[in-house]
């Protein structure tokens, strides 16, 4: 691609932690059944507002992210609605078997926010690196999985999973801000996809951070002729089939873009949702290449892994370059 000018997203006034709570105070306002528990991070859960205005419905059980999860699920049983938070790779992976048999299996009433989604932990390594949580979380049964993209779509997700009953889990970054992809309301519904851009050319799927990405590389590929759709698929599980579907049909190909492994996380639930379908579109898959990151910060690690909206845009135009050779080929 020639040399050119990215686009700059303006960035949220707040973290996606700080919007989640602020949604939890508020609604603990009104529900006295509301809880949070965290796991000895409150700074990076940003928890603290909610800790001083509620200090009786507040538990930081330390570093047990197992015990935390069986907790909430005893207060579940009593009619109260828990909020579990902690950092994304130690929900999905250290207290996996209490998710899934305590708070899955029995449908229970627990909200679990994970911070430090993705790569956002990216200079503590692999061990704090989350590129596996959505494909685990997917697999269990009764769960919702919700990645929202900023502030603004990090509020809906939390107020509406509130209002949802049974287990969601909910993938946000960590303490920094956001890309600002909605400057305005947007109409969240669990389950449904966002048009964030339209387009007749290609598609690119993506959910939390890479959605601002799918933006930038969006106006990037318009420069080259090329009409991108955007959605913003919040909502991994249920997946929107009826968007996959009209993407699948009205673009000539379909790109998932997501700070995940590409086994089994959004490109797994779009690429299934394309083969019930029958689509022969073509479909690729832009995330972690199924190896554990490397130490950096997140913004490098995107860049490395091809995630940056320039990256993204070079992908897609080189697809459709081996597409276009293919037809003449043939």
């Not at 997203?9 to 989640?20: C, F, G, Y």
């Not at 950092?87 to 911070?115: G, W």
């Not at 590129?131 to 779509?153: F, G, H, K, Q, Y």
Request: proline share 4%.
């Amino acid at each position: 691609m020639k040399t050119r000018e990215v686009p700059k997203l303006p960035v949220d006034d707040m973290t996606a932690s700080e919007a989640a709570c602020q949604v939890l105070c508020d609604a603990a306002e009104r529900d006295s059944s509301l809880w949070v528990i965290t796991a000895d991070v409150m700074r990076t859960t940003q928890t603290k507002p909610f800790a001083t205005a509620f200090p009786d419905r507040f538990l930081n059980v330390g570093i047990a992210e197992q015990a935390m999860v069986g907790i909430a699920a005893g207060l579940a049983t009593c009619g109260k609605v828990p909020v579990v938070t902690a950092f994304a790779a130690m929900l999905s992976m250290r207290a996996c078997e209490q998710i899934r048999t305590d708070l899955a299996y029995a449908d229970l009433n627990v909200k679990i926010i994970a911070s430090a989604a993705g790569l956002a932990a990216g200079y503590a390594g692999p061990t704090h690196h989350a590129i596996e949580d959505i494909a685990i979380l997917r697999a269990m049964a009764n769960m919702t999985v919700i990645v929202p993209c900023d502030a603004r779509e990090t509020r809906e997700a939390v107020g509406a999973a509130l209002g949802r009953p049974g287990p969601v889990y909910i993938r946000i970054g960590g303490r920094g801000k956001d890309y600002t992809v909605y400057a305005e309301t947007l109409d969240f519904q669990i389950g449904r996809a966002v048009v964030v851009r339209d387009g007749t050319d290609v598609t690119l799927i993506g959910c939390g951070r890479t959605v601002a990405e799918c933006a930038v590389a969006a106006a990037l590929l318009r420069e080259e002729g090329v009409a991108a759709r955007v959605l913003d698929m919040h909502t991994v599980k249920p997946t929107d089939v009826m968007a996959i579907e009209k993407a699948a049909f009205q673009t000539r190909m379909v790109f998932t873009v997501e700070d995940h492994n590409v086994v089994g996380g959004l490109g797994g639930a779009v690429a299934e949702a394309m083969a019930e379908l029958g689509s022969s579109t073509p479909l690729k898959r832009l995330g972690i290449p199924d190896t554990y990151a490397v130490i950096g910060s997140q913004d490098a690690l995107l860049e490395k892994y091809g995630l940056t909206g320039p990256r993204i845009a070079d992908a897609v135009l080189g697809s459709l370059r081996v597409r276009g050779a293919e037809r003449i080929r043939r």
